[in-house]
DNA sequence: TAATTTTAATCAGTTATACTGACTATATAT
DNA sequence: ATATATAGTCAGTATAACTGATTAAAATTA
């Protein structure tokens, strides 16, 4: 197939390169019951332990009634436990488990591997450049963001 | 916020790329009328005119029946045109009207002109980087998809 | 201190989107 | 001539996130 117009488009790459790597990801995250946003959901709660849902929500741009679902979800799971805040009980304190810790861990290890798939092509230097120049749009967005 | 193991992952930062792209794109196309997909499949009708709607489906992704909604949706606003085929009377022949081209080519300065707001911190050199790697990353998906 | 407003989380119901599977009409293969 | 495959359609379903109302608790203000 000849290349397109939308082939030539950074948006269009862009999305193709991200479809990808999900996809790959979401396939590979299955045995352990989580998608990638609830991957996301852990990752941040092991680094920001004791994160409030709206705390989560606000730092990963998931709506508070759709956390509540992803929370349910990961606590029947028994990835995470919500416990009230002492200090404003109208909110949890949502941590991670020991067994949400296995699992993520294990997630990211396959989302080390997906990267590396889906970036074989990438020479060692072009990996670096790739990510320097995905961090500086990365900044760009979170300016925009603030304001 | 400190970076997060997420932060550095290439997934995450081509999520929020991709995101970030997208949602500026569609929000300059809504006068047309379009969302990110539906130009898409203008864009393809162009270059490959008369093209069936699974001939369009197939080369962008798109289910049968969401083309069949789409396509729909595209005659409606008279952005293109569906003719039986006299050579398969099953299919269609799906072209491009005089005014599904107009809106096609605003369409796609909207897109370059997103492109450049995102990438405005990248040098031009960075920006032609990025291009070329996002083009062999494009090249291993789509070598994989032949299989 | 009492009354008012704001906030975190929840829940029922809605919306948007794409999908599954059955169906029609036509074409291809046996 | 019969059987199988294909392009497109449609009704109904699934999924996912969202809207708006509600509860309980906290913060603000009077």
């Known amino acids: 197939m000849l290349i397109l117009f ?8 862009l999305a193709k390169a991200k479809e990808e790597m999900e996809s790959r990801f979401i396939e590979k995250l299955l045995p352990l019951r989580l998608d990638a946003r609830q991957f996301g959901v852990l990752q941040f709660l092991e680094e920001y332990p004791n994160s409030s849902q ?11 009634t759709t956390m509540v679902s992803h929370i349910d979800f990961l606590e029947e799971l028994q990835y995470v ?8 009980r109208r909110s949890f304190v949502v941590t991670i488990t020991k067994r949400g810790q296995e699992k ?19 020479t060692g230097k072009e990996q670096e450049e790739f990510k320097s120049i995905l961090l500086k749009v990365w900044a760009t967005i979170q300016k925009g963001e603030e304001e």
Chains 1, 2 share one sequence.
């Open 6 to 13: 939308l082939q030539k488009s950074y948006g269009f790459l």
């Open 81 to 88: 436990k919500r416990i009230r805040n002492p200090k404003d």
């Open 104 to 122: 993520l861990k294990l997630g990211r290890s396959y989302l080390e591997d997906t990267e590396m798939d889906v970036l074989s092509s990438l």
């Open 54 to 64: 709206k705390q989560v929500g606000d730092a990963l741009q998931i709506d508070r």
